[in-house]
């Protein structure tokens, strides 16, 4: 039964930090049209009416810009009015070596984490945290 708790305290801990590292996506930095092209990332469309539409990338063609929305199979293309627009907001993101850095430091941390509840095996059997709950009466 001891045994158990632990386990189920390291697999708390561990899915607390899985949620803690989660990212949260926004659309922070503002861009023109045809900034929005070059970078072909993620973007927020806000229109004169405050309406706003987001799409997976702005292209341009013949003379028109283009909101591209993910449809299951393929992309569906929207026409934009530039007449319209009001602003662009661009979806910010972290270059791949923070990713790096934020995995490879979560799982040490989880994995400190586990040691410490005792779940490393023959590695020290964790750490004392007092006495039982009879030794408090």
Same mark, same amino acid.
């Given at each position: 039964?001891? !045994?158990? =708790?632990?386990? @189920?305290?390291? $697999?708390?801990?561990? +899915?607390?930090?899985? $949620?803690? @590292?989660? %990212?949260?996506? %926004?659309?922070?930095?503002?861009?023109?049209?045809?900034?929005?092209?070059?970078?072909? !990332?993620?973007?927020?469309?806000?229109? #004169?009416?405050?309406?706003?539409?987001?799409? !997976?990338?702005?292209?341009? %063609?013949?003379?028109?810009?283009?909101?591209? =929305?993910?449809?299951?199979? *393929? *992309?569906?293309?929207?026409? $934009?009015?530039?007449?319209?627009? =009001?602003? #662009? @907001?661009?979806?910010? &993101?972290?270059?791949?070596?923070?990713?790096?850095?934020?995995?490879?430091?979560?799982?040490?941390? $989880?994995?400190?984490?586990?040691?410490?509840?005792? &779940?490393?095996?023959? +590695?020290?059997?964790? +750490? *004392?945290?007092?006495? %039982?709950?009879?030794?408090?009466?």
């Amino acid at each position: 039964m001891k !045994k158990l =708790k632990k386990r @189920l305290k390291a $697999i708390a801990v561990f +899915l607390s930090g899985l $949620i803690l @590292l989660q %990212s949260c996506s %926004s659309y922070k930095t503002p861009v023109t049209l045809e900034q929005a092209v070059q970078n072909e !990332k993620a973007v927020k469309v806000t229109t #004169v009416d405050e309406d706003s539409q987001e799409y !997976k990338y702005i292209m341009y %063609s013949d003379g028109q810009f283009y909101g591209v =929305k993910e449809n299951p199979g *393929d *992309d569906v293309k929207f026409p $934009i009015s530039t007449d319209e627009v =009001k602003t #662009v @907001l661009m979806k910010k &993101g972290l270059p791949w070596w923070a990713w790096t850095l934020i995995i490879v430091g979560g799982i040490f941390v $989880i994995g400190l984490i586990i040691c410490a509840t005792g &779940g490393c095996g023959g +590695l020290g059997g964790g +750490l *004392d945290w007092g006495g %039982s709950y009879a030794e408090l009466k």
